[in-house]
Structures are given as C-alpha cells and as structure tokens.
C-alpha cells in the first residue's frame, strides 16, 4: 500500500474538520485514510503518524537544503498541520474551510517561512 498515492485518491475533496472522507476530511484524516484507517487514529498533536513510518532527520540550514533531502510521498507534520510532499518544491494537502484538497506552491512561501521545518517521515 502506497499512503501517498492513496491520499492523491482524495484530491478535491473539500475541507471538514474532523473528516476521514471523501464527503470532507482534514489534513490528519487524510493521513489517516491513506494509511487505511477506516476512523481516525492519528492527529497532529499525537506524535507518531499511523501506519509504517519511520523518522527521517532532516537538519537545513536553508529551503534548498531541506528540500535536497526530502523525497515524494514523505509525510510532513507540523504543530497542527501535516501535508505530503508532492515534489519539485509542491505540498498535497487538505489546508483550511473554503479549500479542497490537492497541490499547492506554497511550501516556500509560508510553510516553511511561516511554521518553520517539519518533521518528516517516510513510509517503509
């Protein structure tokens, strides 16, 4: 089971808070769903993500750093928010009410300028 791929399932889904569906989900229902949860077990605030992850430290010292050493489908969390990485500088998430789920160009210009460096994990 590929979590990434799994999670581009739900691309256009809209924003729900508290959601694992496509009737609506949030950025940790997504995580949830892609790792096959049918209810939700994993939110931000709970340290380690659901499903076969493991920690990749991930030490920048500028954006083009960190970028140099994340892969796609590595799984982002922040405090209180995660997204997927999509590649080429690109997040794939669920983000906010009004938003449906999918890619956005932000990483750069907020994520990372705004929330700092996440953590990442990779699937094994």
Not at 93 to 99: E, I, K
């Amino acid at each position: 089971m590929n979590y990434y791929e799994n999670a581009l399932t739900f691309e256009g889904t809209p924003y729900l808070y508290g959601g694992i569906d496509k009737n609506g989900i949030d950025c940790s229902g997504l995580v949830n769903a892609a790792t096959g949860q049918k209810s939700r077990v994993w939110s931000t605030s709970m340290g380690e993500p659901c499903g076969n992850w493991t920690w990749i430290p991930a030490p920048a010292t500028s954006p083009e750093d960190f970028l140099s050493q994340v892969k796609q489908g590595d799984l982002f969390v922040w405090n209180g928010h995660c997204a997927f990485y999509a590649g080429d500088g690109k997040l794939f998430h669920s983000r906010r009410a009004g938003t449906k789920v999918g890619f956005t160009n932000d990483l750069k210009i907020y994520y990372l300028k705004e929330k700092g460096y996440p953590k990442v994990y990779r699937q094994i």
